[in-house]
């Protein structure tokens, strides 16, 4: 399950979690109380014995190690080698991230995004991502899941192939923003199948996403099939807790 509004802290997740008997919480970092440097660890831990769940991690969506600004860029890559110590003292073996496009220009006919217009500064900063991302991992067993969004740019797709070169990176299939661009991601990630290892789940109507699984037009037992072939991870990503409980109705019904 992911961080829940409606549940004021971890502890409250995770036993609702428990209640539901799901496998573990994503923490979202876009939070104020899960900032890296306000994580009580050893509570931590204490939490994820105490109802037999464990966690993933959702990366900040603002994280964006290629900024322009070097202060925000250098400050984003600190702080993943930051979530990477979290995470080897939580045992988490996934962190969730979106790839940023960064700003744009609209121009009376297109929208020119400033990373296509200086790609090779681009790549050499998602270079220098990967490489710090590896050397903080180590020989951990963490992964660096990859999101879809919004569909791929070109650049975009340039820097998801130049991570998924380390063994390190990995990537998440979003069902329902894919559902909702059309389905355009979905030749892209299952061209590289073989690095599928997360998924978010969630129903969607047209552009209307992050519904429970149920209310909406996408097929499920579809990419249910591909998870399990695939052995991955999967977070109900609905936002609300009768959405949870609802996808969890609807899945038992697929499996049954």
């Given at each position: 399950m992911p961080t829940l509004i409606?549940?004021?802290?971890?502890?409250?997740?995770?036993?609702?979690a428990h209640t539901c008997g799901l496998d573990f919480v994503e923490l979202n970092m876009n939070l104020p109380y899960l900032q890296v440097d306000t994580w009580n660890i050893a509570e931590l831990q204490k939490i994820s014995r105490k109802y037999g769940v464990y966690y993933t991690i959702h990366l900040d969506e603002n994280l964006d190690p290629c900024d322009f600004n070097p202060y925000i860029g250098d400050g984003y890559i600190r702080t993943i080698e930051d979530v990477i110590r979290a995470a080897k003292e939580l045992d988490v073996h996934i962190l969730n991230m979106h790839l940023s496009r960064g700003v744009h220009f609209t121009l009376p006919d297109r929208k020119v995004y400033l990373y296509a217009e200086h790609v090779d500064r681009y790549m050499k900063r998602m270079r220098l991502f990967k490489s710090v991302c590896e050397d903080a991992i180590g020989s951990a067993d963490i992964e660096i899941c990859v999101e879809n969004t919004d569909g791929y740019t070109p650049f975009q797709l340039g820097a998801l192939d130049t991570l998924l070169e380390s063994e390190r990176f990995a990537l998440t299939f979003d069902i329902g923003h894919n559902h909702s661009i059309g389905g355009g991601d979905e030749a892209v990630i299952l061209a590289r199948n073989a690095k599928l290892k997360h998924f978010h789940f969630h129903d969607a109507v047209g552009k209307k996403n992050h519904l429970a699984l149920g209310d909406g037009e996408?097929?499920?037992?579809?990419?249910?099939?591909?998870?399990?072939?695939?052995?991955?991870r999967v977070v109900l990503e609905t936002k609300t807790?009768?959405?949870?409980?609802?996808?969890?109705?609807?899945?038992?019904?697929?499996?049954?």
């Open positions: 409606e549940l004021s802290d971890v502890e409250s997740a995770a036993l609702f996408i097929d499920i037992g579809k990419y249910l099939e591909i998870a399990n072939g695939n052995q991955a807790v009768d959405g949870i409980l609802r996808s969890i109705d609807c899945l038992n019904a697929l499996v049954d």
